[in-house]
């Protein structure tokens, strides 16, 4: 299909960039489309070579011309683009420290906006483009624009004095590194322009379009489900909270079999946070699975799956878990201590081995998780 319509636009220049995940299997495509596999969720040096194309192709667009984003979540790590007084190694430290802490995801955003040269609307600002179309795929509960992959289109509602707010608020400020701290610092001062604002001129000639997001995916699981002849229900697309509080959630609503009668599903999407404060593997789905292990001992009949939509979760290569009311008595059996895993957030290797894990491979899609309570 890309082929396709490059040819159709004829002799017209035509450049584009595709920046993937590493990893990421993708067909092959038009000699105009540069393709860069980049880190997530931390930046790497590939991300950063892919942002510096990013940013030389929309300078050097001229008036007349279109430019065309496909943006999805993912992004604000693959396409780094920091000043250029804040090596990539900084940034990268101080993305780290935040997704380990209990930042939202709003607030993770706020820092990396005010760290970049392309997000917060930076990348609308810089193009010369007479219109800016962007088609997005949101992996953020709610659809903001200004943090569906920091909002390289959109205008930004936070300030470097937010940035560095949310830096203190976490205990991170006093270990944040120099460069970081001295820009941010110089934007506080008034002495760095800030990221454009709702209102600007800049976003009259751009358009954001949400074209897909929790609410569809969410969509999609109930028809796959009832396909199986099994009644279905989307409880809510906008679930944002802990991990922890999600797994005691799906537990609890999974002892109330009232709710899910003989044979149903109950369908939850959003995303959830976890505190990271061991070196283990895995990712806030199977987390939330294993928290809920404990309070569904024992019941039958009923399943509790959790999965991440783009097919990685956290920093395992599983999509997600699923567990029932055996699940802890088969962990007991093979000396498997759950605490143990919760406390190093270990959940991958703990799901592995009760080989319980959700595996996909990559999606190519990320529009945040998706929750299944199921009654058979």
């Not at 970049?116 to 509960?141: N, W, Y």
């Not at 061991?278 to 928290?291: F, T, V």
């Amino acid at each position: 299909m890309m082929k396709t319509t490059l040819d159709i636009l004829g002799n017209h220049r035509v450049q584009g960039i595709l920046v993937v995940p590493k990893g990421q299997k993708i067909p092959r495509f038009d000699k105009r489309i540069e393709v860069f596999f980049a880190g997530h969720p931390l930046p790497d040096e590939q991300g950063m070579r892919a942002g510096e194309r990013v940013i030389s192709l929309a300078q050097s667009m001229r008036a007349n011309e279109l430019m065309v984003c496909l943006i999805s979540g993912g992004a604000s790590a693959m396409l780094p683009a920091p000043p250029s007084s804040i090596p990539l190694r900084d940034k990268t430290f101080v993305t780290s420290r935040l997704v380990r802490s209990k930042a939202t995801i709003r607030e993770i955003n706020t820092v990396r906006r005010h760290l970049s040269r392309i997000k917060g609307g930076r990348l609308a600002e810089m193009c010369h483009a007479s219109t800016i179309v962007s088609f997005i795929m949101s992996d953020v509960t709610g659809n903001p624009l200004s943090d569906i992959a920091s909002g390289p289109t959109a205008p930004d509602p936070t300030t470097y004095r937010d940035a560095v707010e949310v830096l203190r608020k976490h205990g991170l400020w006093e270990n944040t590194p120099r460069s970081v701290k001295s820009y941010l610092g110089r934007g506080l001062e008034g002495k760095l322009p800030e990221t454009p604002k709702t209102g600007s001129h800049i976003f009259r000639r751009v358009h954001n379009f949400i074209i897909a997001d929790s609410h569809i995916a969410c969509a999609g699981a109930k028809r796959a489900i009832e396909s199986r002849r099994i009644p279905a229900s989307i409880v809510s697309s906008t679930i944002d909270m802990d991990a922890k509080c999600m797994g005691k959630l799906l537990a609890s609503i999974a002892a109330d079999k009232r709710r899910l009668g003989e044979q149903g599903a109950l369908i939850f999407g959003g995303e959830t946070t976890v505190d990271v404060h061991g070196d283990g593997l895995g990712g806030r789905n199977q987390e939330a699975a294993l928290w809920a292990v404990e309070d569904v001992s024992g019941l039958d009949g009923v399943a509790i799956a959790a999965m991440g939509t783009d097919g990685i979760d956290g920093n395992s290569n599983a999509a997600g878990a699923i567990i029932d009311g055996h699940s802890s008595k088969r962990a007991d059996r093979k000396k498997l201590d759950m605490n143990r895993f919760l406390a190093r957030n270990d959940s991958f290797r703990f799901f592995k081995r009760m080989n319980d894990s959700l595996m996909t491979g990559r999606t190519g899609t990320n529009v945040g998780d998706i929750y299944l309570v199921i009654s058979v």
